[in-house]
């Protein structure tokens, strides 16, 4: 089951390195990692999509990962309202009349043609992982020269109006 785990961790050399090391080693296999630094100065925030065999794993994945001495917090937010994105760069191959053919397929996705040369064109698209996955597999029959892709990034929504109304509705 592919569960999506941020942490908050101390921005310090070696985090990742332990971190990736403790699920290496109990065999975990992470499909995509983004870290990067938070709003708070000295402390970074890494999400991990995860492939965990069941909920037994996960419980297993997420105390391990609460015993690393430079892990802050550890949410599995894979259930809950969150914002998620991710970023692919996709390098395609195309000239003449196939330049208008991959701009018009991927306007709808609002992706960006970024860089052109004679014989390729390389497009950004930002956004849910499932809109990636869709405009990658549009772009394929055009010969997908090269793909990089940052993996999932994310957190919890903001309080919702109507999250606040519903907790406000309780019985007294």
Same mark, same amino acid.
């Given at each position: ?7 908050? @961790? ?23 990692? &983004? ?24 419980? !297993? ?6 015993? !690393? ?18 970023? %692919? ?5 195309? &000239? ?37 996955? %869709? ?24 309080? !919702?109006?109507? !999250?606040?109304?519903?907790?406000? &509705?309780?019985? @007294?």
């Amino acid at each position: 089951m592919r569960r999506i785990i941020s942490a908050t @961790v101390q921005n310090r050399g070696g985090v990742l390195n332990r971190i990736t090391g403790m699920l290496h080693k109990r065999q975990f296999n992470i499909e995509s990692i &983004s870290v990067g630094t938070s709003e708070t100065e000295g402390v970074s925030k890494m999400t991990f999509v995860v492939d965990v065999g069941d909920h037994q794993k996960l419980e !297993q994945l997420t105390k391990q990962l609460h015993k !690393q001495i430079d892990v802050l917090k550890v949410s599995d937010i894979t259930d809950k309202a969150i914002v998620a994105r991710e970023l %692919a760069l996709i390098k395609v191959k195309g &000239s003449g009349q196939l330049r208008s053919e991959v701009q018009g397929i991927i306007n709808p996705f609002r992706a960006s043609i970024i860089d052109v040369s004679k014989d390729s064109l390389t497009i950004q698209v930002t956004g849910k992982p499932d809109k990636v996955e %869709a405009l990658i597999a549009l772009l394929r029959p055009y010969g997908i020269k090269e793909l990089s892709r940052t993996g999932v990034t994310a957190f919890l929504r903001g309080q !919702q109006p109507q !999250q606040i109304a519903e907790m406000n &509705s309780f019985p @007294v």
